[in-house]
Structure formats: C-alpha cells, structure tokens
C-alpha cells in the first residue's frame, strides 16, 4: 500500500464538473451581492458626490464642477446651522435617556421571572409595531389637550419614546447570550450585587449597550414624520431638508447628510471592531 | 443592597418602572386621547366638541379606501421586494462573509445613517425624467420615448423598498448567522442536494428572521408618506398623506384620528392574520 | 393679546419700548440676500443698523394651509407662537380667519408713518379693510412657465394648453393653493373669478378634474414645481412670476407667460402673532414701507412691490431689473389680472372638495 | 434515613438540615440532612439531575431552600447573600470573567476585601504557583487552554481561603488524561491547605480516588454515606451497588442465618448478617471478587456458561450465563495475551462469603 | 510504516492513499494511508487535535485533501459532493435539525433518495425501536436528554443504511454511565447489521472495548494499527504504550540478546526480540502485569518502596518508588479490603519477561 502513492489515479472526472458549478455558482451569488450592495451605496454615493459640486444655479441637479466651497462652508445657508445643532442636541439627550431607561428593562426582561412579562414585551412591542405618523399625531394630540406648547421637550419626549423600544431589543438580543455564572462567580468571590454589576454585568454588556446607543442615536438624528407633527416652531435638520425641498436643496445640505453618514460609519466601525473583540473574549468562557 | 438580595421580586419593578412609565404616559395615553378625538364632531371654523362620532370612521373607510389600499398594496409589495433582495445579499456575507461579515454588515445599514428625506431626493434625483436611468431603461425600450419612473408607483414603491430594506436586512442577518454550519452538513451527509439543504434546512431556520423582517418593514411602510409625497402623485398617495394633510394642513382632527386608527386596526388585523401563520412567540420575540 | 414676552406692545413711541431682536417668518427666497454671503441680508442689517434690532430671519413658511396648521395650535390656546412677523397670502382663507379668531395683534400706526406710501389697489384689502392688522409684503402675479426643451419648443400661454395637450401628458402641474389655478381657468372659462357662483366653480372644477384624471397633472406643488421644470421634469407648470425672476432666470430654455385671458394677482401680508412684539414690529413693516427699502426687496427677490415710488429707487439699484415687467408690470399686465373671490376661499364645499382633488 | 445515615463527627464545617428545595413542581433536593466534616475532601455523587447542584448553590447562596436550614460551622446562613458567605465556588463552566486577566480575575475576590498593593500581589501569585500558571497573570482567559482555565477558577476560589471550597464537577470540562491529572493535583492541594472541599461529581471512580466521604445521592435525597471503601464494600442499596462501580445483583431469599437461596436454588453464604429471614434480598457480587475457577471449600460456587468475552488490556470482562442471570467477572490480565476462557466454554464460578453483600430489596420494592 | 502494519482484508471498504490536509499553515493530515476492511468496527483513536475529525470530513466529503486519494470501495470518491456519497456521519453535537421532529429527523435522508408513504413509516419506526426510542417520533430534539439525542443522530444515520458510518467522537458528550451504555448499544448494532463502523474517539478505553482494529493518531500521522490487543501487549511507541492505557518505561539500553541494562544497573530480560545492541530503549510493563511479591525464577524483578496506595474498588494502585523511577502497580481486589501493602513498605516487583515490551527510543529522540 506504500505503492499506492505512485499509481495515484487523475481526479475522476465528475468532481471538477461538480467543482466548477460550485465555483460558478458561488461567485453568481458574490456577483449578486456586489450589485445588491452597489444598489445600496447608490444614493449614498450620489448625495456625497454632489456635496463637492458647484451648482450654476440654486439647483443642486446636474454636475458642474468639484469644490470643497461647501464642505469649507457647511453653515452658509440661513438656518442650516441651527438645525443641525437642534439636531445633535436632541439626539443626544435623547439617546443617553433611552439608553438607559430601556436597558434597565431589557435586564428586568431577561433576567427575572416575573408576572406580567408577555404584557411588557408586548408595550416594547408595540411602538415598533405602530406607524411613525400615528405614533407623531397622538404625541401631538397629548400635547394639544394638555395645552402643552410644542417644541424643544415635546421632540425630546417624543424621540426617547420611540427609541426606547429599540434599545430594549438590540440590549435583551445581547443578554440572553450572557453566562449568568459570571454574576454568580463575581458574588461568590464577595462582590455585593452593585460591585457585580459595575465590575462584571456592565463591562460585559457595553458592547450592546453601545450599539443599542448608536442605532438609537442613528433612528433620532434621522427622524422626521415624528418630529414634523411635534417640532412646533423648532426646526431640526430633516425639518430643514424637508423645507428647503419646496424650493431647492443647497448643496450644503448634501455635506451635512454625508458628514453624519461618515462619522456614524466611523462610529460603527470601531463599535464593531470592539465587539468582534469582546466576542471572542466572551467564547474564550463559554 | 442586602436587601434587594432579600426582596428578590422588587427587582424587576425598580428595572422596569422607569421605561414602561415612560411608554405609558407618552405611547398609551396619547393613544387614548387620540381615540378620545377620532370620535369628536364639528369644523375648524366651529371647534370640535366630543358625540361618539363613530361617523367618522365610516367616513374615514369610504372617503379613502383607495388610499388604504394603496398603502397596504404598496407595503406589501415593498416587503416582499425587501426579502427577495436582502435575502442573498445576506445570505452570502452569513455564509461566506467570512472575516469580512462586520464590514459588509455595516453597508446593509448604511442607509441608516443618510438622512431618510436626504435618501428620498437622492432617488428624486437618480430617477429624474433626464437622469441616466430613465435615459439607459428608455435606450433598451423598457421605458417608452416620453416614459418616465418619477411620479409613477414604480418610484413610489421602490422608494419605499430601499429605504426600509436594513429593517428587512438586519434582522435576516441575525437569523442566517445563528444557523450552524454543521446542520447544514448533516443535511449534506443525508443526500440533500446544496438547494434542498437550503430549503430543507436553512430556510426553515431562518423564518424568526423573515417574520421579524416582515414586520418592521411592512409596519413603518403602510403607514409611510414621504415615497408617495417626494416620488409620486395624487394618485399615489398613501393613507399617510391623507392623515399628514388632516392633521397638519386641514386641521380636520377627528377625521385624522380615526384616519389613524382605521390604519392601526388594519395593521392590527393584518399582524393577527399573520401571527395565525407563523406563530405568535415569534412576534413578540 | 397678552405683552409678556418682554417684547413690549401697545402704543409707544420710544426705542426703549422695543425687544432686542425681531422674530420674522417669511417664505423661501423672500428677502435681499447678500450676493458674497447668502446668510446675510442688506436690507434687515440696515434695519438693525437703524433700531438697534437684531433680526432671528426664519424661513419655514412653505405653503399657507401647513404654516397655519402649524401655527394655530397655540394661537388657539391663546399663546404666541415665538414670532413677531409672519407671512400670508391674500388668496388663502388664513388672513381672514387669523383675523377673525383674533389671534393677531393690531399694529402699532403711530409706528408706521410710512403706511401713506401704499399704492391705492392695497390700501383697502377686503379682509382687513383699513389695514388695522397688516401690511402687505410684495405682491405676485400667477401665470404658466414652460420649459421648451421638455415641451417640444412649443410655448405654453392658455390654460386649455395645460390641461388638455396631450403632447405635455403627465408634463403639467399645478398650483395647491385654489385661487391660483382656479383664475386663470375661470377666466378662460369666460367667468369672474372675483364672484364665484356654484356653477362656475363646477365648470372649473371639472376641467382640472378631467386633467387630473387624464394623468394630464403630475402634481400639485408649492414652490417645488420650480425645481422639476428646470431640471425639465416638466415641461409647464402655473408659476408665480417672482420665481422666474429668482429661479429660472440662469435657464435660457424657459419662458414665462401670462395666460391669454388673464390670471390673478395675490398679495402676501406681514402680520404680528398674539403675544408678537407689537412695537418691534411695527417699527420693521414701517421700515420696508420706505421706497428705499422696498426697492431693495423688489429687486432682490423679483416681486412687485406694494410702494409707491419704488421703481424710481429701483433704476438706481438695478436698471435692468427696472424694466422686468414682472417686477413693474406695466398697465395691460395689470388691467389683466384679478382677485380671487375671498368668499370661495371660506366656502367649505369648495375647500373639500379641491382637497380630494390635491389627493389628500 | 439519610440523616441517621449521617456520621457525627468532631466538628461540622457544613450541616444541612432537613433542607428541600423544588422547581416549579420537580422535586430538586427532597429533605437532605447531611455534615460535612472539617477539613475532610468531601464528595457528592450521583446521577445527572439528581440534585447535586441545586445542593451546592444552596449552600452557596445562589438559591435559597424551600424548607430546612443550612449552618456553615455554627452559623446559620439560610437567607444570607452569597458574598457574606465564608465559602467559594468552582463553576463547572469555570465562570472567568472574560474582561479581565488572569491576575485580575484571581484578585477579584481578594480586591472586594480591601486587600491591596504587594500583598495582594503576593497573595495572587503565589496561588498562581501553586496552580503552576505562573507568568500567566497577564493572559486573558480565551488565551489558555481548557486545563488551564479550570486552574485559574481553581485558584480564584482557594486565593480567599474560605471556610469550604464547593467544586460542581470541576473536571467534567476536561478530557480523560487531563481530568486523571487534576485528581491528583486537586486531591493534593486540599492535603496541603486543609481546608473543606465539597466536591459533586457524577463519576464513581473520581469520587472514589479523590474523597475522603463520599456521599451517594439520588432522586434529591442521599442514599448511602461513609468512607469509598465502606460503599463500595457494602452498599446499601442496589441504586449504590450499582452506580457505585459494577455489582452482579443475584435476586433470592433469605433463608435463616445460613444463607441467601437464589431463584435457581443454590443457596449462597454471605459473612454480613442477614435481615429476618424470608425477606426478598439479592446477593451483590463485585465482578473482581468473582473467580473463573472452582470453588475452595468455604465459597459459594455458581455454574454457567460464557457468554461474552472482552478485552480491556488491563483486564478481561467476561460475561457468564448463569442460572441466576448474567454475572460478569473481572479478570486482570497479569500475562499478556486475552485471557483464558473461551466464550461458550463451561465454567465453575466461585467466590469467598466475605466479599459478597446483600441489599434488602422489600423497602425498595414499596417505594 | 502504517501502511505495513495494516492488516491486508479481502475488501476495502474505505482506502485513504498518502492523504494530507493542512488549514493555513497547520497541517492536520500529514500523509495518512489507511485501509478499513469492510464490516470490521473501526477505531480512530488520538490525542485531541491529531487529526481525526479532519480525516473522518475528508472521507464524508466536507473537506478535500491537499494531496492523496480516498476510495469507498473501488470508487474513488475525490471531488465529490457529501450527497453522492455512500457514507453517514454521526457528528459529535449530534447536529439534530432543531426545526423538525425527531421522526422527521430521521427520514431526512430517506425523503431524499425518494422514500415514502408507509416504506418511510415502517423504516423509521423500526429504527426508531432499534435505539429504543419507539414513541418518541412527534418530539423535537430540545426536548430529549443528551443520551436520547445521541441515539436520534445514530439513528438518523443509520436508516440510510450506508455503506460506512462514520461517529465523530459520538459519545464525547454523555456522562460515564451512559457512555457505556452507549457502547454495548453501538457495539451491539454494529454486530447486527454488520456495516462498517469508522469510530473516532480520544478515549482508549472505549476505543478498545469496541474496536476491532484500532488505529492511534498522533500529529497527523498513523503511530501504529492493528488489533487492540496488539496494541496494548506490543505498542511500537512510547506514544502509543503510554496513549493507549497506563505503561511503566523502563528506560535502559540494550545488551546482545541477552537483556535489556536499565539506568539503575539492574538487567532485564524480554521475550520480544530486541534492536541491535547499545541502542537506547525503554522496557515497559503494564501496572497490572507488575506483581508485588518475590520473583519466581525466570521472571524480572525490581526492589523499591511504596509510596502511594490508592483505592479505587475493583482494585488498588500502588506507586512504587524504585531506582529507575516510579513504577505504578495495578492490583485486582479479590478480597474486600484496600490491599495488602502499606505506604512506605519496602517491597519486592516482579514481572514476567513475556509479559514486556520494548520501545526504541533512538529513532523517537531522532524526530
Ligand atoms: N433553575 C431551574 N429551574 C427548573 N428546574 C431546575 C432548575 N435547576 C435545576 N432544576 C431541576 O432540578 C433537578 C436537579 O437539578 P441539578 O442541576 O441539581 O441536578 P445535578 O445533579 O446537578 O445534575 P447534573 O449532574 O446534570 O449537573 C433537575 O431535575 C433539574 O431539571
Ligand atoms: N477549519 C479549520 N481551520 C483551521 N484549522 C483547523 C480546522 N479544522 C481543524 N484544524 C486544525 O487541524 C488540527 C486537527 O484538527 P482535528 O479537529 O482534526 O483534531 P481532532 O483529532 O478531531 O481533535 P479533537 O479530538 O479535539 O476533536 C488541529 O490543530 C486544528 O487546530
Ligand atoms: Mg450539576
Ligand atoms: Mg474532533
């Protein structure tokens, strides 16, 4: 049987027919993946070329020449300024509140039998399962019947409700791969249940907390049906785009948009490094 | 904190009192005010007074069933486009995204991050009756010599579909990456053809995707106005427009309102139908 | 309406009675802008030159009806709306309604010395008869746009064109607010649009119906008809003619026409809001009364404005935009153009009816 | 009857009282009396789902007993946290805090006490010493091996000295050449610190290498307790005889103090005396102390037939037919070759009355 | 060598020729040739990460060699996709389809080649009650033990019946009892409907209480094959005397024919033929061949003291202190009792010479 390496038989010949149909067939599938993705990029791709254009006309339309004018300056157009800080401001505040509020009850979720948990899931549920502009009107009828004046609070309020729901289900997706032994252990060695929690449960679920964070950040920064029914007379800036749509879109916009897309790719970027990381650490126990 | 330890129960509620509150006071209750107003009668002009106006839903239904249709019919449409374009993309980066997932991961969600109006004029812009697309589908015929995508349902529709394709996309991909390689093995070891493992096996696992996919897509669409407003016309104007208009515009409160419900109650109806099929645990989730 | 916004009201006649900053909402492309530096304006840093009045300038009137929406919730409840100045136009129901509901302050007159320089047609507006609560901002005439390359060359003038050419199919929009497209129509229809009777708004409204129908209409668009005709996604569109004078000057492939027979003329008026700084304001509205200023406007945003003398400032600021007829139209425009009945815009039937027509 | 079971002995570190604990309607631990000597390496055998852990997390403080009381020395801690308890654990699945270092994690403990600085550096690597994994303080746990891991858990309980170490099947994670190599180790750090271990585990031979007591629990209740030699010499129940090892269990009835007569006939002689006469009893005979040979005088003789063969290397297990159903037979091989008997070969089987026990089948025939 | 030492059967059932196999670097397979007679229970045994998972996915075509071929049968099976192959694997995480029935489970692989109606029913019930899980059927995989699932994958495999079953360390995950168990179950099926069984494990014992021919992995490579009986009495390796069971090497070098010097001085003799003279060897000898008593003449003895006595009831293990290292001493308990010797008693070691094996260490120190 040594011998048998010198009368080695040729690679019958199904199996490469079998190899190249696998391989033509894995690479349609790429093929279609790329164009899937090229179709995603598109408009992206479109909004951030036209940043750099220099419009003849207020119109922001047709390819004219590159500029970095825009971009040097962003803030050149009445109000886009305000806007955009109105923007940040809310989505901040916004998001570091539902952060919080809806990982509390994402931890009450998966970690506690209580009664009255399929009723909780399902309030969680459903402002997911709402349309944005029911959700918007009946913030506004709230706020009409309390003859509570629209604006700044009434878009912070409105926003932290909608993200709140996000946040408990990009948290609890997380948690309920957490090895709840490592509580234990961390008790066991004579941590009180807040040294346990600080030292061991929020290290370990940071990651999902801050992606919860982003998603929640990425969902106020961009909303606007919600916004347009309870912004009163604040402008943010998908409120500034809509307006500046009636007549014509300055490029400047375009820069923003793409300055928010960068940086919350950025942003995105290193959370998922991170997590890639924190995974493996979290197999390295399992 | 000793006493947490001992008061084991009172632990969830301190967790939880602080959301639900939250969702309670600013999800629930304007949804009774909102109820509260469907039912009131009266103009503008004369104010709007309280009468169990239940009128008004009937009107809300005969005034505007094209639209209604046309949000569901759209939505539909658009969800069913979402699944059957996200579905390999993702199953590809699941399956042989290997080191690179995360990365491509992040172009699925891109579009999160442009502004949704900024990505509606963006495809306002790409489908323009002058623009490259509409000249290359005119070119090979698709398109006749004054046809045009802008203002049609075509646009309308695809609009909706790309911009909610990451509600689709994501959750699919969670399903896909959770499936373990060695099922599919198995099934190949047991003579499933690479198609039959596929249906036989990782289609079936990847339904709690499909079905959370299905929702957040389907839910935000029917409901949705920006598309039919930035791309299309009156005559594509969705159930959202109206209620946009009564709300804002007309200052028709009631009708709004019962506007609003009659679509909740049909979205209501339609997750109910579709919880029959597919099981309700996996709606909740 | 109450004072206490620190803004001060009531009659006065000292500065130290006004707020330090103005809150002005206007439209889009609605004011002098500085060709070097878009965010400046010359005519409100004068102002503040002058008064010592800082002006927070905001731009979010889009159209009537959503402004109104938008802003009636507090006007309702008695509140102001952090506004001294907002804008109207007379075709709409809104100034009558503002004014009825009381939710604007009278004006200050002693202020406004300069309400002598309004041309006589504004002196009286039926819906503020001696103008106790506003001043008229500039004035536009309503009239049909065409883009020739997406037209086929051919330059639209009738509203029959518009609505019934099957060569501009699917090419065409129209105006959202009622007065302006219904004018014109009436007009061709042979009917007075100053008095509308049950069977001539039917004889319109079902013209544009028909055209709706047809798909003959792709839209209808606020200012945002502007950007689909120059990019040719329409080949004509009812247009007001400030917009030709701003946006579709750079196009050389657009025309703008007066229908045949004639179309209407609007107004858009300054009004101060309950709680708005009734001094504060009152001092602004009496400031572009001055035909120095209102030159500045006329020129700068291309509308006609409501003060005598102005085209006389205006040869020294620009000559050519002197003799835009748009901007000073001369006698045969204006012996042709017409006010929309005020009482149509009120009648309920009327208004649903034209909003099942908007498709919402 | 566990609880009389109990031995009294000097000092109990642990003492459990009458403690049950269930799970929605499952019965987890049913009435558990049990002390734990001082100082003694304590085991807790039994099948899976019998109730080991749930015993262990009680006294641990991870779950909170139904009924019944628990006393670490003379201290009751039934509702007491478990990081105000003197004892630590040994996760099966180790429990290393994934974030921090080796040295971070074996500090966590000493860290919540205060201790800081040299000492705490001291203290932390010795034990590391001890568990040989020194230098390894600055790996994170995805960075070692599975035996390496499990000494880190090892040493982050010991690094505190507790009162009682619990270790819920320490080895279960590891492969067999691995495990064999922890006994040992575990067996002797627990010699040379001297503090209690409660080991649970559900394999009979680690148990018995390694403990000092052994207790044999079934079904949330301890069947059997004592020292390995004296459960495996003598269990009590066939459940001990059985899982205890391999047991041939010949089923019979006691006949005076002569002996035993099994349902073929013969009558056995067994040295343990016997319950009343007439009771049901089987006869237990470990398949070591059987011989493929015929009887001296003095032993009990059975005949039958071979009916398996098979080599194991260090022995050969044979499986005889007899009368009284199968026996199987341990055969070390002390020549090489696979052994002597061929299958279906007639044999005499003997074995000395000494060695052979019985189990009272009457109680366990009414439960 | 492997190749040599390989029995030559009248059939092939599966034939791996100089196969090798690396992952970026690593090389897994390490040119294996292997022939496995049909109908015979074939063990893979080694060390983890040797190598056999990845030759047990070459011959079920979830992976393709680098170099070298594998036949089923005659048929060469290269390239060719899991499905068209002959061949079930039993893997060890079961790999169950968490979404269908455990009936559903098994007829997988009959709905694929086309079997229906009541031919499906009546295969899968009947396996189903080969496995004794009659009744079963409706449940989905989560809702059975660990054991139970395990015989659901070996069912699910078996229904097809394939011309070669290949188990992935099938018992890893069970506990000992049911491993064992397990074991008879297999042992027995395979003996039943006699189609080759290729059976990877890292546990020697169980790999030779059901092997008919053992093959021991180490590094890619085939250290040794044949019979387990072979392997055990006459290991070529020090790898494989001490991987498979437990071996006291002797280490010493060779005089003539006469014997074997070890370290201490002291010569021993072995019946195996020994290497030339002067090369460096190990004598080794199986603890349980090793007697603590005097030699009777013609056997080896060696002198040393006892240092540790372990009871592990079927028999007691002694270390032995001795000047050529520590000889562990296996002896059967034919009385109750832990043995006869006490720690620190000097004793006498004896062994007969047939019962000794030699390694050449040389061409080992050489690699
Ligand atoms: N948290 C729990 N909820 C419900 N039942 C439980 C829980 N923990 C344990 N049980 C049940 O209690 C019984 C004893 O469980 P326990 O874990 O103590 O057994 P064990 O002896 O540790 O088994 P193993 O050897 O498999 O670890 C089992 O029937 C188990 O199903
Ligand atoms: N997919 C893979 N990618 C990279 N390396 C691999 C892969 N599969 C196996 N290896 C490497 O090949 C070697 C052999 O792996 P294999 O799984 O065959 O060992 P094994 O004998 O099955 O071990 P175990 O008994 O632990 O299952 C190991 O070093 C392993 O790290
Ligand atoms: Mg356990
Ligand atoms: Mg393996």
Not at chain 2, 172 to 191: F, G, H, N, T
Not at chain 3, 309 to 321: F, I, M, N, R, T
Request: hydrophobic content about 45%; some cysteine.
């Amino acid at each position: 049987m040594t011998t048998a390496a010198e009368t080695l038989p040729a690679r019958p010949r199904p199996s490469i027919a079998a190899r190249v149909w696998a391989f033509v067939r894995r690479h349609l599938l790429a093929a279609y993946s790329v164009l899937a993705l090229v179709y995603l990029m598109l408009p992206i791709a479109v909004v951030i070329l036209f940043s750099f254009n220099q419009p003849a006309t207020q119109f922001n339309y047709t390819w004219q020449q590159f500029t970095l004018d825009n971009w040097t300056s962003w803030d050149a157009v009445p109000g886009i300024r305000d806007s955009v800080i109105l923007s940040l401001e809310i989505a901040f505040l916004s998001t570091i509140m539902a952060t919080a509020l809806g990982t509390l009850v994402a931890l009450a979720l998966v970690r506690h039998r209580f009664r009255g948990r399929g009723p909780t899931n399902l309030l969680v549920f459903l402002p997911m399962a709402t349309p944005e502009i029911v959700l918007g009107a009946s913030l506004l009828t709230l706020f009409l019947q309390m003859r509570y004046p629209t604006g700044f609070t009434t878009i912070f309020i409105a926003h932290v409700m909608f993200i709140i729901s996000y946040v408990v289900v990009t948290v609890k997706a997380r948690l309920v791969g957490f090895d709840r032994h490592l509580e234990e252990a961390a008790m066991d060695l004579g941590a009180n249940e807040w040294t346990t929690f600080v030292k061991v449960t929020l290290p370990l679920i940071a990651p999902a907390i801050l992606s919860a964070a982003l998603l929640g950040f990425a969902i106020s920064i961009d909303d606007f049906v919600i916004t347009y029914f309870n912004a009163g007379s604040e402008t943010t800036f998908p409120l500034f785009v809509w307006g500046a749509a009636r007549v014509a879109v300055p490029p400047q916009v375009n820069v923003v948009a793409s300055a928010i897309f960068i940086l919350a790719l950025a942003a995105m970027t290193l959370n998922v490094l991170f997590q890639s990381r924190r995974g493996r650490q979290a197999k390295g126990t399992a | 904190m000793t006493f947490i330890h001992r008061h084991r129960w009172l632990a969830p509620l301190l967790l939880l009192a602080p959301g639900l509150a939250w969702l309670a006071v600013f999800f629930v209750v304007p949804l009774g005010f909102l109820a509260y107003q469907s039912l009131q009668s009266g103009t503008f002009e004369q104010g709007y007074t309280f009468t169990w106006e239940f009128s008004n839903y009937r009107d809300a239904i005969t005034g505007y069933d094209e639209q209604l249709v046309r949000s569901f019919l759209y939505a539909g449409i658009a969800t069913v486009a979402t699944l059957l374009i996200s579905y390999p993309l993702v199953y590809w980066i699941a399956f042989h995204g290997g080191r690179w997932k995360n990365l491509l991961l992040l172009f699925i969600v891109a579009p999160f991050f442009v502004t949704y109006l900024i990505r509606t004029l963006a495809w306002q812009n790409i489908l323009a009756d002058q623009g490259p697309v509409v000249g290359f589908l005119r070119d090979i015929h698709v398109l006749s010599a004054d046809g045009r995508l802008l203002a049609t349902t075509v646009a309308v529709v695809s609009g909706i579909t790309y911009n909610f394709l990451p509600f689709m996309a994501l959750p699919l991909y969670v399903s896909l990456e959770q499936i373990d390689a060695r099922l599919l093995e198995a099934a190949q070891d047991l003579y499933a053809s690479k198609t039959k493992a596929f249906l036989r096996v990782t289609l079936p696992l990847s339904a709690p995707g499909i079905v959370a996919g299905t929702l957040l897509t389907f839910i935000p669409a029917a409901g949705d106005f920006i598309n039919a407003q930035l791309l299309g016309t009156p005559n594509q104007y969705m159930i959202g427009n109206v209620i946009q208009s009564k709300f804002l515009e007309l200052i028709d409160y009631p009708a709004a309102a019962a506007l609003s419900f009659v679509l909740m109650g049909l979205i209501m109806i339609s997750l109910l139908v579709y919880a029959r099929a597919v099981g309700t645990e996996k709606l909740t989730g | 309406g109450g004072d206490d916004d620190g803004g001060g009201g009531g009659a006065g006649t000292t500065t130290a009675e006004l707020a330090d900053t103005l809150r002005f909402s206007n439209w889009q492309l609605y004011i002098d802008r500085d060709p070097n530096d878009k965010t400046k304006s010359p005519s409100l840093e004068q102002f503040t030159a002058q008064t010592g009045v800082k002006v927070n300038y905001v731009e979010d009137v889009n159209d009537n009806a959503t402004y109104f929406g938008k802003i009636q919730g507090p006007l309702s409840q008695g509140r102001g709306i952090d506004r001294d100045i907002i804008v109207m136009t007379d075709n709409s129901r809104f100034p009558a309604l503002l004014i009825s509901r009381e939710w604007v302050e009278p004006l200050d007159k002693g202020r406004i010395p300069n309400i002598a320089n309004l041309i006589e047609a504004q002196q009286s507006p039926p819906f503020d008869p001696d103008r106790t609560y506003s001043i008229p901002w500039v004035s536009g005439i309503t009239g049909i746009a065409t883009n020739l390359q997406a037209s086929g060359g051919e330059v639209v003038t009738t509203m029959q064109q518009l609505l019934e050419d099957t060569k501009l199919k699917g090419k065409v929009t129209l105006l959202t607010e009622v007065a302006d497209t219904m004018t014109p129509i009436m007009l061709e229809n042979g009917d007075d649009p100053s008095k509308v009777t049950d069977d001539s708004w039917k004889r319109a409204y079902d013209r544009v119906k028909k055209a709706v129908d047809a798909g003959q209409i792709r839209r209808f668009t606020g200012n945002d008809y502007v950007a689909d005709l120059e990019r040719g996604n329409i080949a004509a569109a009812v247009s007001w003619s400030g917009d030709v004078a701003t946006g579709l000057a750079a196009n050389k492939d657009l025309r703008w026409n007066l229908p045949e027979k004639g179309s209407d003329i609007w107004t858009d008026n300054m009004f101060i809001p309950l709680e708005g700084s009734v001094p504060t304001a009152s001092e602004y509205m009496n400031f572009v009364l001055d035909p120095k200023i209102a030159a500045m406007l006329a020129v700068g945003i291309g509308y006609i404005s409501p003060v005598k003398g102005v085209k006389d400032e205006a040869v020294k600021l620009d000559p050519e935009s002197a003799n835009n007829p748009l901007i000073f139209p001369d006698d045969d425009i204006l012996s042709n153009v017409h006010q929309f009945d005020s009482d149509a815009l009120n009648n309920e039937t009327y208004t649903q009816q034209w909003q099942t027509l908007l498709g919402a | 009857m566990s609880a009389t079971a109990a031995p009294t002995p000097s000092v109990a570190d642990v003492r459990l009282e009458q403690v049950t604990k269930g799970f929605d309607g499952v019965v987890a631990v049913d009435g558990l009396s049990l002390e734990i000597p001082r100082g003694s390496f304590f085991a807790l055998l039994g099948p899976s789902g019998c109730g080991k852990t749930t015993t262990l997390r009680m006294i641990g403080g991870f779950e909170e007993p139904d009924e019944g009381a628990i006393f670490l020395g003379d201290r009751p801690v039934t509702g007491l946290p478990p990081h105000k308890r003197d004892v630590n654990t040994v996760f099966q699945s180790y429990a290393l805090f994934p974030h921090l270092t080796i040295f971070e994690n074996i500090a966590f403990g000493l860290r919540r006490k205060g201790v800081k600085g040299q000492t705490l550096k001291g203290r932390v690597g010795e034990i590391l010493g001890m568990v040989d994994l020194a230098g390894m303080g600055d790996r994170k746990p995805r960075q070692l091996s599975g035996g390496q891991q499990q000494r880190v858990a090892l040493a982050r309980a010991l690094v505190n000295n507790p009162q009682v170490l619990l270790l819920d099947e320490p080895l279960g994670a590891l492969d067999l050449k691995l495990r064999k190599q922890m006994q040992l180790t575990l067996k002797q750090i627990q010699h040379d610190i001297g503090i209690t271990f409660l080991h649970v585990t559900h394999d009979q031979e680690e148990a018995m290498t390694m403990a000092d007591v052994i207790a044999v629990m079934n079904h949330g209740r301890i069947e059997q307790l004592g020292p390995p030699e004296e459960l495996y010499e003598t269990p009590r129940t066939s459940f001990v005889a059985r899982f205890l090892g391999a047991s041939n269990l010949l089923p019979g009835t006691v006949e005076g103090q002569s002996g035993v007569r099994l349902a073929s006939g013969a009558l056995v002689h067994v040295e343990q005396e016997l319950p009343a006469a007439g009771s049901r009893v089987a006869v237990g005979i470990r398949p070591e102390k059987v011989r493929l040979a015929p009887s001296r005088d003095g032993e009990n003789r059975l005949s039958g037939t071979i009916f398996d063969r098979s080599y194991v290397g260090v022995a050969t297990q044979y499986t005889v037919k007899t009368p009284d159903g199968r026996v199987s037979v341990f055969a070390q091989n002390t020549q090489a070759g696979s052994g002597t008997h061929e299958p279906n070969q007639a044999v005499e089987l003997s074995f000395d009355p000494g060695s052979a026990f019985v189990v009272d089948l009457t109680e366990e025939e009414n439960e």
